[in-house]
């Protein structure tokens, strides 16, 4: 293992001070010094709490918005404040929730609309899912030459999401015969209108109020938004306020979108969204951290898939020649972040780590290498054909590989 | 159900306003606007996350700490930001996680004093834990009246620890023969110095720095505390900074302190930490809370158990004479916060509405009535007796009753 084992003088030289503190500490807890404890409370008190002023990790800012520090984060919770955001360039609204209203019209019995009072007022369902960027580890990756984790995959975040089932919303405003989709719109400049198969409405999605506790933040929908499991992050219409029922979708711009582009099926009777296919990456160590010397470490990273739960992560840490299976920490759930953990003695000489997961539907990922052959692209044209490719079919969800020099330096090792 | 079936000319009127923006919404989301979104990053862009100016939900200040507003959370997940905090009135140490150590001494083969940096690269572990203070439910809740939930029940809250296990640091140090007990040891002023029987420490006790993908907040001992599944909140120390293996508990004033005294063997080799029983607590509708009319509602609240993971939580909407299953929120979690739900619709009478969890182990909630006969209070005198009754033993985890009345407005029943 790689602790300090102190040598007798060593330990005099640094414990001495410690254990005197202590010793001082022991005399207090014996009860000496328990009545200089102030009574009344502190002149700083923070009802609502702050981070330590030595905390400082904050997402990373790119052109189309703000990447969530993986390499930073523990466990599967991302904190909310630390939420990817993929805004393009704009303020969240400022929205009044006494003032905000949802309605439900078109194809439906009765249309309604709803205060935010109402909808709590629904039976609720609370979820720890994941949503992902279709964009993350593609354009941005690939056209800034990302080299951290938090630019490569930051555009994904996990959170305890809390709502209103749509379901039971479409069955009180009675969903009428001949109906297939609906069109979800947010109250943002420029509302996003997001075309949403019936079948997938009715199945699992949620009418979101709730992030990790709390009401939603406001860059990601506050006082609602729609929430998809597994589907792209893009058609997760936020600042919901308007859902009309339709017996086709509407095919407006963002149903065309790069990534979130949705599939008609050929009588227009349904279709689907785009669901995340499984990813995995390991955030320690990744691209820009520093391996202080050889020994023990812990890979640890996370992986998710918008089909399912996780079912294996394995780890090479030989170039991709040999694969062991990581251990998968409690929970496991459907579409959510899954974390994963490895042993590792590193010897010390130059290393390429990689994970690659497999999900309960048995899909696999696949290395950079093998998913270009697959689709006959050549290496030479690699980046840019291998961007519009990705983009057409949402399909960059290759092995992320991450090189350790003999230095204890971290680069992607993608390209 | 409850929400609005608009008739024509209530929607035309209601309707019409919301559907003549979402119309220039529409037409915006063809194509017509889009080019208006602005393409640089908004001028006030938060890389670390804030709340909508119109949520402001805190913590609530007590002679004794700050509670959780357990009536304002949805979900398991407690935001760091309004964890419970029971700091008899001293602010956080300030502590520079550089400078901070950790040492590790007493009956060990070789005394060892970890930097953060270092105790980050052994395994670690996320769990989904509660904390909570034994004078949760009882002195204050008591004393002061408690009106709301966040006053009966707000010191219980629920996070995502990560952590290193505390017994592969003891392992590393080497315990030594003869050694039964473990005094860990705060960095705050008067630190607090409290007894760990060995056998707890190899089982499942974590030395944690992560809570909800974070590092710890301050109040909740930045950079590492040590966290003891299950145990009352008082035992888990934070701000840890020694740890010394002996042979004996040390028997300090918070070894004895109430509520999170240490139970020691007959013969002195080990000993029990105090768990906390199984509660239950209604948070909606909870007291304070009003009822806008009869009609539909979602009874929600949250269970957990020190000694376990919660099986069966039952719902009692007439004053106790009948039981029926609420339906528990999945992830099900070991010592936990359990998320239950249940359909209620009410009629507009007075009622007495009330919880009461199963845990794993068997064991039951009771009526404050029923507990205080099995332990031989007399009605009359019940206040004074019961305080240090519960406090003797721990034991106040009675069914929380709230009344709703005509009116729907929700008192606290328990007196």
Same mark, same amino acid.
């Given at each position: ?375 006959? /692209? ?20 290759? /092995? ?16």
């Amino acid at each position: 293992m790689h602790s300090k084992h102190l040598g007798r003088r060593r330990f005099l030289k640094e414990g001495a001070a410690i254990a005197g503190v202590a010793a001082g500490a022991i005399r207090s807890a014996s009860g000496q010094s328990q009545t200089t404890i102030p009574e009344a409370p502190p002149k700083d008190t923070r009802l609502y709490g702050q981070r330590s002023r030595f905390v400082n990790s904050v997402r990373h800012l790119d052109r189309t918005g703000q990447d969530t520090p993986l390499q930073d984060l523990m466990g599967i919770i991302t904190p909310s404040a630390l939420h990817f955001v993929q805004s393009r360039g704009y303020d969240p609204p400022d929205i009044d929730p006494r003032q905000h209203r949802l309605l439900i019209h078109g194809m439906v019995d009765r249309p309604l609309i709803f205060s935010m009072e109402e909808l709590k007022r629904f039976p609720s369902v609370s979820r720890i899912l994941f949503l992902e960027c279709p964009g993350n580890t593609g354009k941005t990756a690939l056209e800034d030459g990302a080299s951290t984790v938090q630019q490569t995959h930051g555009k994904t975040s996990c959170s305890e999401w809390t709502g209103v089932p749509l379901s039971l919303l479409l069955r009180e405003a009675g969903v009428q015969k001949g109906a297939y989709w609906l069109v979800a719109e947010g109250a943002e400049k420029g509302s996003r209108a997001q075309s949403v198969p019936l079948e997938k409405a009715m199945d699992d999605a949620l009418v979101a109020y709730g992030q990790n506790g709390e009401p939603l933040r406001p860059e990601q929908g506050f006082p609602i938004r729609m929430l998809l499991p597994g589907c792209t992050g893009g058609v997760n219409t936020k600042w919901l306020r308007r859902i009309k029922v339709l017996d086709q979708p509407e095919m407006g711009i963002w149903d065309l979108q790069q990534g979130n582009a949705i599939r008609v099926a050929p009588d227009g009777k349904g279709g689907k969204l785009p669901a995340m296919p499984p990813k995995s990456v390991i955030t320690f160590p990744s691209g820009g951290q520093r391996l202080p010397g050889r020994g023990f470490y812990e890979i640890t990273g996370l992986a998710w898939s918008g089909r399912g739960a996780i079912r294996r992560v394995e780890i090479s840490t030989d170039g991709g020649q040999t694969w062991k299976d990581a251990q998968l920490q409690n929970p496991i759930l459907p579409m959510a972040h899954t974390r994963f953990r490895f042993p590792w003695n590193w010897n010390g000489e130059e290393v390429v780590i990689q994970s690659r997961c497999t999900d309960d539907q048995g899909e696999s990922q696949q290395s950079l290498a093998e998913l270009s052959q697959r689709r006959g /692209i050549q290496p030479g044209s690699f980046q840019s054909d291998w961007l519009k490719d990705s983009y057409a079919r949402l399909g960059l969800n290759a /092995i992320q590989p991450w090189r350790v020099s003999r230095e204890g330096s971290v680069s992607n090792a993608m390209f």
